[in-house]
C-alpha cells in the first residue's frame, strides 16, 4: 500500500488570488498543443498565427463544452441546487465527453473559416489532445477526484476522505493511458501521411478503448452509481458511441486518399 501524497491543490495564494493546480493542468496542456501544432502548422498550411486561433477556440470549446457536458451528464442535481456551481470550474468537474464535443463544433468553424477538410483538421489536431488529457488527470489528482475501487493491489492507496481501505489511483491509470501512451501512438501513427479520417478514428477507439477499462476500477459517481448490470457506468456508456464511430472511422479511411496537405514528411 503506498499513502496518497499530501499535495495542496492551491498551487499558488497571493492574497484573495488562487491559482489551483488543476487549473494549471489545463494551461500546460494547452500550451503543449500549441507548441507541437506549430511544429507541425505548415503540413496542412497553417501558420503560427492560425494555430494561435485554433487553440484559442478550442479552448473556449473545451472549457465550456466540458462544464456543459459534465453538468448534463453527471451533475444535473448539484446544478438545480446552486445555479453559479457551473461557473466554479477551479473545483473540478468536466466532462472529456462534452469537451469532445466542443472541441469538434470549434474545428468544424475554424476548417470552414481555412478552407480545411474538417478530417484534415481533425487528424491534425487529435495528436496534440493526449498530453492535456493526461495533465487534467493529474490534476484530478491532486483534487482527490475520480477515486478508484478498493483494491489489495501492492500500489493501492488509501483515498482522502473515503476511509484507510486502499484504492486504485485510477485517475493516474488514465493519466498514463489517455496521455503518455496514446500521446505516443497518435504521434507515430500521424508522423507520416495518412489517408484522411484514420488519424481521427485512432484517437476515438484509442481514448475510447483506454477509458472503458479504466471504468473497470475506477468508483462510479456516487449520485449516479451503476447504470445496468451493476457495473456499467456512465463514463462506459458515454464511451461505446466513441469505439464504434471511431472502427466505423478508420474503415472509411481506408476509402479515402492520402491527404493532400500531408504529403511532405520532412
Known sequence: ?????????IAIS?????????????????????WLGCRRA???????????DLLFYCAVGVVAGGRLGYALFYGLGQWSQDILW???????????????????????????RKQLAFFTLTDFIAPL???GLGAGRIGNFINHELPGRITSAPWGMPFPGMGPEPRHPSALYEALLEGVVLFAILWWVSSK????????????????????LVEFVRLPDAHIGFIALGWVTMGMLLTLPMIAFGLLLMAWSRSQPVDARTKSTA
Open 1 to 9: 500500500m503506498i499513502n496518497y501524497p499530501t499535495i495542496d491543490p
Open 14 to 34: 497571493l492574497g484573495p488570488l488562487q491559482v489551483h493546480w488543476y487549473g494549471l493542468m489545463y494551461v500546460v496542456g494547452f500550451v503543449a498543443a500549441w
Open 42 to 52: 505548415w503540413r496542412i498550411g497553417l501558420t503560427k498565427d492560425d494555430i494561435s
Open 86 to 112: 457551473i461557473f466554479r470550474v477551479w473545483d473540478g468537474g468536466m466532462s472529456f465527453h462534452g469537451g469532445l464535443i466542443g472541441v469538434l463544433l470549434a474545428a468544424l468553424w475554424f476548417a470552414r
Open 129 to 131: 489532445v493526449p498530453i
Open 193 to 212: 501521411p495518412r489517408q484522411r479520417g484514420l488519424v481521427s478514428g485512432f484517437f476515438l477507439l484509442g481514448y475510447g478503448a483506454f477509458r472503458f
